[in-house]
């Protein structure tokens, strides 16, 4: 049996106790990641003030709740695509420093994914705005 290789545990295989703290650090971990894409990503940037001028013009056109709602997801679609868009280029770079052409595919279908939420999210933009930009219908 000495021929047999070791068997890799990690944390995750462990059970652990509960602690607020482990669950405190948890968020201060998230809170470094979304630094990280906002330091680093500069299509990040853009969602930001996107996002930014989108949330004035929610003020500014007093939308409703469920306005609020769908404009509130369609953002959270677009930030959430490219944080896990971010995420999978650092995984991919790592684990394959040198191109590969099987990563770059993968690596633009992960942007499409971006591209896709950015324009879905355009689309219920304009669907809520439209009508505050109109004005009422005669």
Not at 29 to 56: D, K, P, S
Not at 118 to 138: C, D, E, K, T, Y
Request: aromatic share 10%.
């Amino acid at each position: 049996m000495a021929d047999e290789e070791p068997v890799l545990t990690g944390a995750a295989d462990e059970e652990k106790p509960f602690h607020l703290r482990s669950r405190a650090q948890s968020f201060v971990y998230a809170f470094h990641g979304i630094v990280e894409m906002l330091r680093t990503q500069h299509n990040a940037w853009i969602h930001a003030v996107l996002t930014t001028l989108v949330c004035i013009s929610g003020i500014l056109a007093e939308l409703q709740l469920a306005e609020w709602c769908w404009i509130i997801l369609a953002i959270m679609a677009v930030w959430t695509a490219e944080a896990l868009n971010t995420a999978f280029e650092y995984l991919a770079d790592a684990a394959s420093p040198e191109f590969h052409p099987l990563v770059a595919k993968a690596k633009d279908v992960a942007a499409g994914a971006v591209l896709i939420a950015a324009i879905g999210s355009a689309v219920i933009g304009l669907m809520i705005f439209w009508p505050h930009i109109m004005g009422p219908a005669q």
